[in-house]
Structure formats: C-alpha cells, structure tokens
C-alpha cells in the first residue's frame, strides 16, 4: 500500500502544472507542521523537531524560487515566508505551539489563494494573438 502510494504521490508531482505544485507544497507544509504541532503538544521534542525542519524546508523552497522581478506579489511573498520561518524557528527555542499556529494560519491563508489561482482555467486566446505577459500557474 506504501509503494502504490508513493508512485501516487510522484505521478501526481510529475503531472501537474506550476500551480499545482504551490499548492502541493503548502500542503506538505500543511501538514509537517500540523504534525510538528502535535508531536509537540505530545512532548516529543525529536519527532517535533524533525517535522518541522521538514514544514522548514517547505517555506525555504517557496522562498528562494519566487522570481524576484516580477515585483510587489513576490516582495510580499518573500516578506511573509521570512515571516514564516521566523515563527517555526521561535516555536522551536520556545518549545510554543501558538508560533507554529500563526505560522500555519499564515500558510493556510496563502494555499487557499493559490489554491484559487491553479484552478482557474486559462482564458481562451485566438490564433494570431499574442501570448499574455506575465506568470501561467494555470499550465
């Protein structure tokens, strides 16, 4: 069952659009840091610590491939995911769940957008026009 589900979970990865995969990250995010929250709350400090260096890895990895010349929205991003980071690591030091709960609500409220934004289809454009500037999460 293990197995089915990895190759699940790599087919997944390997066919879906730029959108998509944001929204798998934030997921994963999702859920290291839910899982973090809880080994905490337990009192595992080991298991809690590994979680969240993986909920880590996740923000480190959207923070260093957003195109810092498109602007405002990836200033913004990056200023969030600074934010992020800085929570999980307090939660950490302090041994604080409500740190990884701001983090999460933070991270929760950026997948729903792009969970909006990799669902919404690509408008329809005629033969001879030209391509649209900017970013295609849509794939």
Request: proline share 3%; charged share 20%.
């Amino acid at each position: 069952m293990l197995t089915e589900l990895r190759q699940y979970t790599n087919h997944s990865a390997q066919t879906a659009t730029p959108g998509q995969l944001i929204v798998m990250l934030y997921d994963g995010f999702l859920r290291f840091a839910g899982q973090g929250k809880a080994a905490m709350e337990k009192g595992d400090v080991g298991e809690a610590g590994l979680k969240l260096n993986r909920a880590q890895d996740i923000v480190t990895e959207l923070r260093v491939s957003l195109d810092m010349t498109q602007g405002q929205v990836a200033q913004n991003l990056a200023s969030i995911y600074d934010y992020v980071g800085e929570r999980l690591t307090a939660s950490r030091l302090n041994r604080d769940t409500a740190e990884i709960a701001e983090a999460v609500r933070c991270m929760a409220d950026l997948r729903s957008a792009w969970a909006q934004i990799a669902n919404t289809p690509r408008p329809a454009r005629a033969e001879n026009s030209r391509p649209s500037v900017g970013v295609d999460l849509a794939g």
